[in-house]
């Protein structure tokens, strides 16, 4: 059973950092791509940022210099470093594991940028 978890998310200040993580299990964790998306009310689910197996990553350009993708393949665990955090940032956030036909989605994260 594939389960991923998603933790790191809260309330934070405009300007502010926040760090998510997302622990996989019950996958082949090293091949699969992995990803970042939110969604924010009334919105679209969106791509935040991705990284595949090899370690390359891509990020929506709302985020690009702000926001980091990383994994740790030891510990099945991906990564979301968020710095610069604006309101606009405001969203649940949903971790993603994809290798082909194989999808799975976490529970999501609230995060909330406001002062």
């Known amino acids: 059973q594939v389960q991923l978890v998603e933790s790191g998310g809260g309330l934070v200040q405009p300007g502010g950092s926040l760090r998510l993580s997302c622990a996989a299990s019950?996958?082949?964790?090293?091949?699969?791509?992995m990803g970042w998306y939110r969604q924010a009310p009334g919105k679209q689910r969106e791509l935040v940022a991705g990284?595949?197996?090899?370690?390359?990553?891509n990020y929506a350009a709302s985020v690009k210099g702000r926001f980091t993708i990383s994994r740790d393949n030891a510990k099945n665990t991906i990564f979301l470093q968020m710095n610069s955090l604006k309101p606009e940032d405001t969203a649940v956030y949903y971790c993603?594991?994809?290798?082909?036909?194989?999808?799975?989605w976490g529970q999501g994260t609230q995060v909330t940028v406001s002062s």
């Open positions: 990284i595949d197996r090899g370690g390359n990553t």
């Open positions: 993603n594991a994809n290798m082909g036909g194989a999808n799975y």
């Open positions: 019950g996958l082949l964790f090293r091949f699969y791509t």
